[in-house]
């Protein structure tokens, strides 16, 4: 069966430091991959999209940035943050090829930037 | 530019009877939509979705509608129950060939009353 997981599951960083949030899915392969986004009292928000190696579509410009080095493997990364990127931070996986089928999420990642 | 809107950010319903929570969208060129619930600190799960070839799909306690030309869905739960309790997005796909983005709503917070 396939699995998504995300780490470190809460983080505390100052602001101006550096970000990378990792995800990984098992158990498929070539899957769509997404980064999204809850900050408090909005709803989610799709900050990044996969369909391949390499390949990845920016819908937010901001400070973050995404990178998947891996087929199964999907980073999230920023250089300086700031106190707006406090959320929760959510990866998901699709079936590659399809845009009518489940989003599977991981369990998020709580990002607190003081 | 929000494409997917829930206008109604919380919804109190008691035990037993039934609760809808509505979605409205703008992009015609979505044509699968799909319903999560969301526990605090938690991913989303997937809890129905329905395609734009169809107007209602049931799954058990759960229906989603489908308005297309009022470019409108909703979500009936029945009957609700306290465990029913959190918090439901809705999201919207499709669009040309390789447009893989799932974009949702920004939530109604259900409270299932005992």
């Known amino acids: 069966s396939q699995t998504i997981h995300q780490w470190p599951a809460t983080l505390v960083q100052p602001v101006g430091s550096p970000l990378s949030l990792e995800c990984t899915v098992e158990g498929t392969s070539n899957p769509n991959l997404y980064w999204y986004r809850q900050a408090a009292g909005r709803g989610l928000q799709l900050l990044f999209y996969?369909?391949?190696?390499?390949?990845i579509s920016s819908e937010v410009p901001q400070n973050l940035s995404a990178s998947r080095p891996q087929d199964r493997q999907f980073i999230l990364s920023s250089k300086k943050l700031l106190l707006s990127d406090s959320g929760f931070y959510l990866c998901?996986?699709?079936?590659?090829?399809?845009?009518?089928?489940?989003?599977?999420f991981g369990e998020g990642s709580r990002l607190t930037v003081l | 530019d929000q494409q997917v809107k829930q206008n109604s950010p919380s919804l109190s319903v008691q035990e037993g009877r039934i609760s809808i929570l509505n979605c409205d969208y703008t992009?015609?060129?979505?044509?699968?939509f799909l319903w999560y619930k969301k526990y605090p600190a938690e991913g989303p799960t997937f809890l129905i979705s329905?395609?734009?070839?169809?107007d209602k799909n049931e799954d058990g306690r759960f229906t989603v509608f489908l308005n297309k030309s009022a470019k409108h869905l909703s979500l009936h739960i029945v009957p609700s129950q306290p465990g029913d309790s959190a918090v439901y997005f809705c999201?919207?796909?499709?669009?040309?060939?390789?447009?893989?983005?799932?974009?949702f709503g920004t939530g109604t917070r259900l409270k299932v009353l005992a």
């Open positions: 998901a996986w699709s079936v590659k090829g399809r845009y009518t089928g489940e989003l599977f």
């Open positions: 992009n015609s060129m979505f044509d699968y």
């Open positions: 329905i395609s734009s070839i169809k």
């Open positions: 996969s369909v391949g190696i390499g390949q």
């Open positions: 999201a919207a796909s499709g669009g040309p060939s390789g447009t893989y983005k799932y974009i």
